[in-house]
């Protein structure tokens, strides 16, 4: 597709479910990053990929999440256990070259809500 | 750590009135600069960014940001608001080619 595909959009989750989170980047974008966005704040940096690697981890905000991208492309966010502090807006970017040195395209999100 | 203060959660306009949402970051070293602007029902996408040059930048739709080093600031302008306009405005800092640090975002209402 033309942009970054995010699957499911909404997700209801019951407490200590394991949920997984799809993001589907623009064709070629080296660069993805996962962003957790709470309500009434902005998005909160979570992971980054260059390709396959994973090069910064420290926004996870703990063990029971886990993200992955092992061909390169398609990407999972992997929450364990869920708790009602995960509900939150789940966003996916993907950037042409290295890093964020331009634009980041932006998915629409993976909306968690965990009762 | 870096941080993003927008100091402005909720501005409301009428239209034609000038426009400007203020933005402070608090890392000293070389960064790069973002604004970002979420349509409602759509998702984030890019209005402009700086990275270094004039620090008068120009994005889309009219609007503009001015880079001052001194105070730490990437202010938003728009010298005439449109309806259109109506959005949640994010500031953004990158250091180097790493993450960005968002801001809490500007709520911008424009009454016809």
């Known amino acids: 597709g033309a942009g970054v595909s995010q699957s499911p959009r909404y997700k209801v989750a019951k407490r200590g479910q394991d949920v997984a989170l799809r993001c589907d980047p623009i064709s070629g974008h080296v660069s993805l990053f996962w962003y957790q966005q709470a309500l009434g704040q902005g998005p909160e940096f979570l992971t980054y990929?260059?390709?396959?690697?994973?090069?910064?981890k420290s926004g996870l905000p703990s063990d029971r999440f886990f993200a992955e991208r092992p061909e390169g492309s398609v990407s999972t966010l992997k929450i364990q256990r869920t708790q009602q502090e995960d509900s939150a807006v789940y966003l996916c970017?993907?950037?042409?070259?290295?890093?964020?040195?331009?634009?980041?395209?932006f998915g629409e999100g993976s909306r968690l809500t965990v009762l | 750590a870096q941080s993003v203060s927008q100091h402005n959660h909720h501005v409301i306009l009428s239209e034609a009135a000038s426009l400007e949402l203020g933005c402070n970051y608090s890392?000293?070293?070389?960064?790069?600069l973002f604004w970002y602007v979420q349509y409602p029902g759509q998702h984030l996408q890019l209005l402009l960014k700086?990275?270094?040059?004039?620090?008068l930048v120009k994005g889309i739709k009219g609007f503009e940001a001015e880079f001052i080093k001194s105070k730490f600031s990437f202010n938003l302008r728009k010298p005439s608001v449109q309806w259109s306009d109506t959005a949640e405005y994010f500031c953004?800092?990158?250091?180097?080619?790493?993450?960005?640090?968002f801001g809490d975002g500007t709520t911008l209402t424009v009454k016809p």
């Open positions: 970017a993907s950037s042409r070259g290295w890093g964020n040195t331009g634009e980041l395209f």
């Open positions: 990929f260059q390709n396959e690697a994973q090069l910064d």
């Open positions: 953004a800092v990158t250091l180097n080619a790493g993450k960005s640090t």
């Open positions: 890392y000293g070293g070389t960064v790069n």
């Open positions: 700086y990275f270094s040059g004039d620090p």
